[in-house]
């Protein structure tokens, strides 16, 4: 993957002298037609009136440069990162306010039934874990893996350890961390992401050190080095300023740093730095979870960013290329960021309306299905709404007091028409729905 690097912006303002520099600064404006271009696109444009490319991009970087806010660590040119907060940002972030945080309006299947609410969160703590490691190598299929973590049964190869090893370290996120970043803490999420996974097992939860050839980030495609980290004698104090950055009180910084914005930075910091062995992605996908939960950005829990990411890896190298290349300016990486948390939130969305209106349909389907007795369309209501629901003869007893010769007859005959699946659990029979229920709860199979 190859990104051109800009030219000299100002050595370009030193040379083409006040009066040009002002005319290019007036043709040009703000970046109101283009979406904060890159060089690499920008050559590729005709300028506005009769500037020059160079010009162009001088006026453009001279505009930037003027509403750029400071981040607290510098590239391995000595550039101190900055990020400016365009039109197209400010208008990303207010997306994600209204959408993820505070009291918002989302669907029904999320806000009024905790049960559910918990089968969803489930669901994407399981996505993003797959998704993540497909990201970063995994080869086992979608499939595959949730019947891994579903069942509970032991990663059959490392491609698997990987998927397990990241949903386990999401639920540590989750539930372990806090709301305080620790250099501690880090590693130890680094450590559950990749144990067992390493060809080195002492990298596992530690940082890469001085003697150690330093990992560097390959082109999948072409092979070539497209990113150099830090060195590794750098790594323990980067480290620590990135914690203290991850724990500032957003609301009292000067300059203001917007949340999200925070959280995107700690994801490019954690990256660019690449302090380990392995699972540096992964870590610093997590990390950005963690801000935004611990935030107040409670539906992003229910998002995979890692899901949008794989679908275009290629955009997702090249907005940290976009960002080494223009002198640390991390508005590109910001952009995509905030583009992709716009279509999880969408993809999601849709998914749960979907779910709400497949619920809708497949209850009124039953309502016109006589050869089903009351019990059992509760019951098939209940299981479409929670899927991961089991049922016993006893606990459907219970539920409609009746006989557990009923409550056999009564799930046994669900079983017959291929709307559960029984299984023994010990001791007793276990039934739960079959893999897509809305699917097999048509009218043609329900009148069967």
Request: some cysteine; charged content about 25%; hydrophobic content about 40%.
């Given at each position: 993957?190859?990104?051109?690097?800009?030219?000299?912006?100002?050595?370009t303002?030193?040379e083409?002298g006040?009066?040009?520099?002002?005319?290019?600064?007036?043709?040009?404006?703000?970046?109101?037609?283009?979406?904060?271009?890159?060089?690499?696109?920008?050559?590729?444009?005709?300028?506005?009136g009769?500037?020059?490319?160079?010009?162009?991009?001088?006026?453009?970087?001279?505009?930037?440069?003027?509403?750029?806010?400071?981040l607290?660590?510098?590239?391995?040119?000595?550039?101190c990162f900055?990020?400016?907060?365009?039109?197209s940002?400010?208008?990303?972030?207010h997306?994600?306010?209204?959408?993820?945080?505070?009291?918002?309006?989302?669907a029904?299947a999320?806000?009024?039934d905790?049960?559910?609410?918990?089968?969803?969160?489930?669901?994407?703590?399981?996505?993003?874990?797959?998704?993540?490691?497909?990201?970063?190598?995994?080869?086992t299929?979608?499939?595959?893996?949730?019947?891994?973590?579903?069942?509970?049964?032991?990663?059959?190869?490392r491609s698997?350890?990987?998927?397990?090893?990241?949903?386990?370290?999401?639920?540590?996120?989750?539930?372990?961390?806090?709301?305080q970043?620790?250099?501690?803490?880090?590693?130890?999420?680094q450590?559950?992401?990749?144990?067992?996974?390493l060809?080195?097992?002492?990298?596992?939860?530690?940082?890469?050190?001085?003697?150690?050839?330093?990992?560097?980030?390959?082109d999948?495609?072409?092979?070539?080095?497209?990113?150099?980290p830090?060195?590794?004698?750098?790594l323990?104090?980067?480290?620590d300023?990135?914690?203290v950055?991850?724990?500032?009180?957003?609301?009292?910084?000067?300059?203001?740093?917007?949340?999200?914005?925070r959280?995107?930075?700690?994801?490019?910091?954690?990256?660019?730095?690449?302090?380990?062995?392995?699972?540096?992605?992964?870590?610093?996908?997590?990390?950005?979870?963690?801000?935004?939960?611990?935030?107040?950005?409670?539906?992003?829990?229910?998002?995979?960013?890692?899901?949008?990411?794989?679908?275009?890896?290629?955009?997702?190298?090249?907005?940290?290329?976009?960002?080494?290349?223009?002198?640390?300016?991390?508005?590109?990486f910001l952009?995509?960021?905030?583009?992709?948390?716009?279509r999880a939130?969408?993809?999601?969305?849709?998914?749960?309306?979907?779910?709400?209106?497949?619920?809708?349909?497949?209850?009124?389907?039953?309502?016109?299905?006589?050869d089903?007795?009351h019990?059992?369309l509760?019951?098939?209501?209940?299981?479409?709404?929670?899927?991961?629901?089991?049922?016993?003869?006893v606990?459907h007893?219970?539920?409609?007091?009746?006989?557990?010769?009923?409550a056999?007859?009564?799930?046994?005959?669900?079983?017959?028409?291929?709307?559960?699946?029984?299984?023994?659990?010990?001791?007793?029979?276990?039934?739960?729905a079959?893999?897509?229920?809305?699917?097999?709860?048509q009218?043609?199979?329900?009148?069967?």
């Open positions: 993957m190859h990104v051109s690097s800009p030219p000299e912006y100002l050595k303002f030193r083409i006040a009066e040009r520099v002002v005319r290019a600064i007036a043709t040009t404006g703000a970046d109101s037609k283009l979406e904060y271009p890159h060089w690499d696109k920008l050559r590729h444009l005709e300028p506005p009769d500037l020059s490319r160079e010009e162009w991009w001088m006026a453009l970087k001279l505009s930037r440069a003027a509403g750029s806010i400071r607290p660590f510098d590239d391995t040119s000595g550039n900055t990020y400016s907060s365009p039109s940002v400010q208008r990303l972030l997306f994600v306010d209204q959408h993820t945080s505070g009291e918002i309006a989302m029904e999320v806000t009024t905790a049960q559910a609410r918990r089968h969803y969160l489930v669901n994407s703590v399981m996505e993003e874990a797959i998704r993540s490691s497909q990201l970063e190598g995994a080869t299929s979608r499939r595959a893996a949730k019947d891994m973590l579903r069942s509970g049964r032991a990663p059959r190869d698997e350890l990987m998927i397990l090893n990241n949903y386990r370290a999401l639920e540590f996120m989750r539930d372990g961390m806090g709301d970043l620790t250099p501690e803490l880090v590693m130890t999420l450590r559950i992401l990749t144990e067992g996974t060809d080195d097992p002492t990298a596992a939860g530690r940082l890469q050190t001085p003697d150690e050839e330093r990992v560097v980030v390959l999948g495609t072409t092979g070539e080095t497209i990113h150099v830090p060195p590794a004698s750098d323990p104090s980067r480290l300023a990135m914690c950055f991850a724990n500032a009180p957003s609301d009292d910084a000067d300059p203001f740093i917007h949340p999200v914005v959280a995107i930075v700690l994801h490019f910091w954690l990256a660019y730095d690449h302090p380990f062995l392995d699972g540096n992605g992964r870590t610093a996908r997590a990390l950005f979870y963690w801000y935004m939960r611990t935030r107040g950005y409670w539906l992003v829990e229910y998002l995979s960013i890692s899901k949008i990411f794989r679908e275009a890896p290629a955009k997702y190298s090249r907005a940290f290329l976009l960002t080494e290349t223009d002198a640390g300016d991390l508005t590109y952009l995509h960021h905030l583009h992709v948390i716009r939130i969408d993809g999601l969305q849709r998914y749960l309306d979907r779910k709400v209106r497949e619920v809708r349909e497949v209850e009124r389907f039953m309502r016109d299905a006589g089903l007795n019990r059992q509760a019951l098939l209501s209940d299981a479409v709404r929670h899927p991961d629901n089991v049922y016993t003869h606990s007893a219970s539920s409609h007091s009746v006989t557990g010769e009923t056999r007859a009564d799930l046994n005959g669900l079983v017959e028409r291929g709307l559960l699946v029984r299984a023994k659990q010990g001791r007793q029979h276990v039934y739960t079959v893999a897509d229920l809305p699917s097999a709860l009218p043609s199979a329900i009148s069967t």
